[in-house]
């Protein structure tokens, strides 16, 4: 098995990466913005960007189902071994969460969802005063959650790095 992940899953673990940084902040940024022509477009952008990464996060659970990445050093605990394997579980269920939430939410507020302006998207759920509020709490709710577990995530890997010094950090550069 190789010491490191494969450039592919290097590729998009730092493309996504740095792709939610953006789209977190621009999701923050906008939520504050008085109502205005440029608020709507970069709603829009946001939508497109969310849709995007939807897919690039089934390409990266497909590629991840057909390459196995690599085993985590022996010297790691079997806790800290399930809490890493949980980890990742829930970076992928954010990853998927979040733009399902923020598409749903979309469509209870009545506003369809148009990739790059060109390609209109199916309503997932009918116009809902409700729903929408709701929805949009957990879209929130979500992002709390998984920058949180992205911090858990960093502080992790650095702990490898620095404290465990067992260059874990290496398999994903």
């Not at 010491?3 to 939610?20: K, V």
């Not at 979040?98 to 598409?103: A, D, V």
Request: aromatic share 14%.
């Amino acid at each position: 098995m190789s010491p490191r992940y494969t450039i592919t899953a290097i590729s998009l673990h730092w493309l996504m990466a740095l792709a939610f940084f953006g789209i977190l902040g621009l999701g923050f940024y906008m939520t504050e913005l008085p109502f205005s022509p440029a608020k709507l477009q970069i709603y829009s952008w946001h939508k497109w960007a969310g849709v995007s990464l939807f897919l690039l996060a089934l390409l990266r659970l497909c590629w991840r189902l057909s390459h196995r990445p690599p085993a985590l050093p022996s010297s790691m605990a079997p806790g800290a071994q399930l809490l890493a394997h949980l980890g990742h579980l829930a970076l992928y269920f954010f990853m998927f969460a979040i733009p399902l939430s923020g598409w749903l939410m979309s469509s209870a507020m009545g506003f369809q969802t148009v990739w790059f302006g060109v390609l209109p998207l199916p309503d997932l759920i009918s116009k809902n005063k409700e729903w929408a509020s709701l929805l949009g709490s957990a879209h929130l709710y979500l992002n709390v959650a998984f920058i949180i577990t992205i911090v858990g995530h960093v502080l992790a890997a650095f702990k490898h790095q620095f404290v465990d010094k067992d260059n874990l950090l290496a398999r994903m550069k």
